[in-house]
C-alpha cells in the first residue's frame, strides 16, 4: 500500500473517533454527518469545516439512565479545533478540544422535568491510529446552571483485519469502555465492528448486556 495512501487512512480512522462524546472535522471546506443511536444513548450533529483545523455545527444529544425516567438532552451549537497533530510513517497521533452551547432538558429520576437551561459541554480526546491499530481516550462533562453536570469518560481500542487500499472496504474490531457516574456507577463495555470506506463508516455491535448501538458517519465535498 503507497505511504501516501496509508496516511489518507490514518487520518480518516481519526474522523468517526468520538461520535459519542463529541464533534470532529473533516478537511478543509467538507461537511461532516454523523448520528449514534443505542437504548440509552443518541448523538446527532452534522458540521462544517471552515479551515483544516476548525469546524462549526450543531447537533444532538441524549443520555438516559436504564430502567428509569432519568433523562438529559442537549441541543446546541458546537466548535471543534484540532489542538495538535504528530505524523510519523505509519501512524498518527491527534489532540483534540471541542465546545458544546445549548440548551439542557433534564428529568428527574422521579419523573420532575426540569426547566430548560443553558448548558455547556466541552471535551477533550486523544487518538493515534496506525493502518492496523487504533486507540482512543477522551473526557467530556456537561455543565449548567442549578447544578447540572454530567461527566462522560471513554477508552477505545481496535485492530483492522487486513490493510487494504483507500478505495476498499476495511472492516476493524473495537471494544469500548465507557463510564458515566451521574447515570451508573458501572463501566459500559461494548465490542462492535467498524466498517471503513473512504469518507463513509459504519459501526454495528452490543454491549455486554446485549444492547445494540448503531453508528454512521459521511464527510461531503462540495
Not at 455545527?57 to 458546537?78: A, F, I, L
Not at 459500559?188 to 454512521?216: C, D, Q, W
Request: with cysteine.
Amino acid at each position: 500500500m503507497p505511504r501516501a495512501a496509508r496516511l489518507l487512512a490514518c487520518a480518516l480512522l481519526a474522523l468517526p473517533a468520538l461520535v459519542n462524546a463529541g464533534p470532529l472535522t473533516g478537511f478543509k471546506d467538507s461537511w461532516m454527518v454523523m448520528g449514534e443511536a443505542s437504548e440509552l444513548n443518541q448523538d446527532w450533529m452534522i458540521n462544517r469545516a471552515f479551515t483544516g483545523k476548525d469546524a462549526l455545527g450543531v447537533g444532538y444529544h441524549r443520555w438516559k439512565m436504564d430502567g428509569s425516567p432519568h433523562r438529559v438532552e442537549h441541543t446546541g451549537v458546537n466548535y471543534v479545533r484540532r489542538v495538535a497533530r504528530w505524523n510519523r510513517p505509519d501512524s498518527q497521533a491527534n489532540l483534540w478540544f471541542a465546545l458544546d452551547v445549548g440548551t439542557t432538558r433534564e428529568t428527574h429520576p422521579s419523573g420532575h422535568r426540569m426547566a430548560d437551561r443553558t448548558g455547556w459541554m466541552p471535551m477533550v480526546q486523544f487518538d493515534w491510529e496506525t493502518t492496523r491499530l487504533y486507540t482512543l481516550v477522551s473526557a467530556a462533562t456537561l455543565r449548567g446552571k442549578g447544578g447540572l453536570q454530567y461527566d462522560t469518560y471513554k477508552a477505545q481500542a481496535g485492530f483492522s483485519f487486513y490493510e487494504v487500499n483507500f478505495d476498499e472496504w476495511q472492516p476493524w474490531l473495537v471494544v469500548e469502555a465507557k463510564r458515566m457516574p451521574r447515570f451508573d456507577d458501572k463501566v459500559e463495555v461494548t465490542p462492535f465492528l467498524r466498517m471503513i470506506h473512504k469518507s463513509l463508516y459504519v459501526e454495528v455491535g452490543a454491549n455486554t448486556e446485549g444492547k445494540p448501538r448503531v453508528a454512521v458517519m459521511k464527510v461531503f465535498a462540495f
